[in-house]
């Protein structure tokens, strides 16, 4: 640090920084659009300065009817989040050791993450469509569809959640001293125990990333519940939805809300993490430090 | 033995009365394998039944036949033949199967080629000129952060920069560069693979920056010390060991640009053709036989490059 910087380091911290602004910059332009006056348009200059368009949405005049969507993208999202926590802690533990559809596993979720979304998608109506038609024709000829936010919907959220989530898994027990765990059992802790009290608490800041991974890419979740989501629209299908027609801000009032929820997720997710690696760098071990 | 429960007795009561309870249920403790199952087992039948089964069932649906209303289900090539329709009359002019695709292949080449390029640089940065952890962690956080939001806001963020009155043609204009609106901006070729970048280039940045935090920064001060130019270093050291990186960056990149519809549809204003974009018009159509033909086509696609790419390194090692 003292011998200064070669000049590749400021030649690379201006295209990062241009890089950073490209990520940002169109998202803050329609966050301010948002807040224009009742004459506002789709582009710049603002027209006046109001809460008009954020405030019709909530009233339900608007476009959408942003309350009942809201809630369906909320409740599945946080089940997608809750699912996908349990299951990629339970399945990143079961890595640990080996069995026998390890690989299986482990290139399903690969695959999952790859396989283009659309076809996904489209498997997966496909394979409630024949699930009706096999209801329909077996059992009850007045049945509607399987089809459903909570069924299809959510099958198709996880496809794309666990993955990362299993992902997220592998980082955390590649870097993870199991002389911890050994130690525990030694002192005659059960598995359980062991897994309560000592593998849990270390690896909580990073399964708190998981269930933000699991919350925000359900919440955002578009490709995979074109196909899959059934008869109710999820809040960025209606948005996606609006792209062809609309004419005025309330598209970008609609964007301001939905990202409004996102980054209260992420502030709260990355704020707790912050806390949990505080209160363990203070509480954590120290061995190492000498003796007290 | 003892004396260490004793200390971990006074540190945290509640595991030694398990310690009692864990000598008492050795017996009937479950097998490794059979917790292996439990532990595994869920996430595997949510793969089965919402990704492995799907799958079949696209493979099967491609070849039934279907009428204007619903699908019938008796063997028939019809979703495959009407998705080549012409292709051979045609020649040598390409049919419209072959023009979709080569405009898909197009559009995946250049974002690749772009999100490669920033992707590189900006793990370089990340990985080689910030020293601190603290803004190492930050500044990767700040790359992470858009990716949480939803892409299709992200793509709609262009409008009031690239419309026809938007800020860049209206900068354009008053500056006196142009005195038309530059039509081409927005709803175009171009409009689709800037978004396609904008919204992307995070999964070429992880993979790389992760490869290159690995490598030995000894490595690289004894390339230095024998005498290479920044560089050498470069193409002979540091390159060849971000490949695993680069090779699964291509990949993620190249899997979503060549199934992506939304992206498509929305920036180029439901007029430019795509490989995912034919699969949507036709279940619009309710012609799922012919859906699911293109599903396979594309999927076969995909995964010949993914096989070509994965020849260069093996994935698994790298994770």
């Known amino acids: 640090m003292t011998e200064g910087r070669p000049r590749s380091f400021y030649v690379l911290a201006i295209f990062f920084a241009a890089y950073v602004l490209f990520l940002y910059g169109p998202m803050i332009a329609i966050y301010v659009l948002s807040f224009q006056g009742p004459q506002g348009g789709l582009t710049f200059p603002m027209n006046g300065v109001s809460t008009f368009w954020i405030a019709k949405l909530f009233q339900g005049t608007g476009i959408v009817d942003l309350g009942a969507a809201f809630r369906r993208s909320l409740l599945l999202g946080v089940i997608v989040m809750i699912v996908t926590v349990v299951l990629s802690v339970a399945a990143g533990m079961a890595f640990r050791r080996k069995f026998k559809a390890q690989s299986i596993l482990f290139y399903s979720a690969i695959a999952s993450l790859i396989v283009p979304s659309i076809i996904t998608s489209l498997g997966i109506s496909l394979e409630f469509r024949i699930i009706d038609d096999l209801i329909k024709a077996h059992w ?70 998981i269930g933000l991974f699991g919350f925000t890419l359900s919440w955002d979740e578009l490709a995979r519940s074109s196909q899959a989501i059934g008869a109710v629209n999820t809040l960025p299908l209606d948005l996606q939805g609006l792209t062809t027609t609309v004419t005025n801000p309330d598209i970008y009032a609609l964007g301001t809300v939905i990202s409004a929820v996102s980054f209260t997720v992420i502030t709260l997710a990355l704020g707790t993490i912050h806390v949990l690696n505080k209160r363990q760098a203070a509480k954590g071990s120290d061995a190492g430090k000498g003796l007290v | 033995m003892d004396t260490s429960e004793d200390i971990l007795h006074q540190a945290s009561p509640d595991l030694v009365r398990g310690s009692e ?105 990340l990985a080689f000129h910030v020293k601190s952890k603290t803004w190492q962690m930050g500044l990767s956080l700040l790359c992470t952060i858009p990716f949480w939001t939803s892409n299709v806001i992200r793509m709609i963020a262009w409008i009031p920069l690239l419309g026809r009155n938007g800020l860049v043609n209206s900068g354009l204009m008053k500056t006196g ?143």
């Open chain 1, 140 to 209: 009850n000829e007045n049945f509607e569809t399987s089809m459903g936010l909570l069924t299809s919907g959510l099958g198709a959220h996880l496809t794309w959640t666990l993955p990362f989530g299993l992902l997220i898994m592998f980082a955390i027990f590649n870097r993870f001293d199991p002389r911890l765990e050994e130690a525990a059992r030694d002192l005659g802790a059960t598995p359980w125990q062991t897994f309560r009290h000592v593998v849990l608490p270390i690896i909580l800041p990073s399964v708190i990333g």
């Open chain 2, 21 to 125: 309870t864990a000598r008492r249920s050795k017996a009937a403790r479950l097998s490794p394998s059979f917790i292996s199952w439990l532990q595994a087992g869920p996430m595997m039948l949510v793969f089965l039944a919402f990704f492995l089964i799907p799958l079949v069932f696209v493979v099967i649906v491609s070849f039934w036949d279907y009428n204007e209303y619903q699908l019938l289900p008796a063997f028939s090539g019809r979703g495959y033949t009407d998705t080549f329709e012409g292709c051979i009359a045609q020649l040598p002019d390409l049919c419209t199967i072959g023009k979709t695709y080569l405009m898909t292949l197009k559009l995946c080449f250049m974002v690749w080629a772009i999100t490669l390029f920033i992707g590189f640089w900006v793990a370089y940065f």
């Open chain 2, 177 to 319: 560069l142009i005195d038309h609106p530059l039509e081409w901006l927005l709803f175009s070729e171009f409009s689709v693979v800037l978004a396609l970048v904008h919204l992307f280039t995070f999964f070429m940045v992880v993979p790389i920056f992760n490869s290159m935090v690995r490598i030995d920064k000894s490595l690289i001060e004894a390339a230095y010390d024998a005498g290479a130019t920044g560089f050498q270093t470069l193409v002979n050291v540091i390159i060849p060991l971000a490949k695993p990186g680069i090779v699964i960056g291509s990949i993620f990149v190249i899997t979503i640009v060549m199934g992506d519809f939304i992206t498509i549809g929305v920036m180029g204003g439901q007029q430019i053709a795509a490989a995912g974009k034919i699969i949507e018009t036709r279940v619009n159509a309710l012609q799922f036989p012919a859906a699911a033909a293109n599903a396979v086509i594309l999927l076969a696609i995909t995964f010949l490059i993914i096989t070509m790419m994965s020849r260069i390194v093996d994935i698994k090692k790298e994770l």
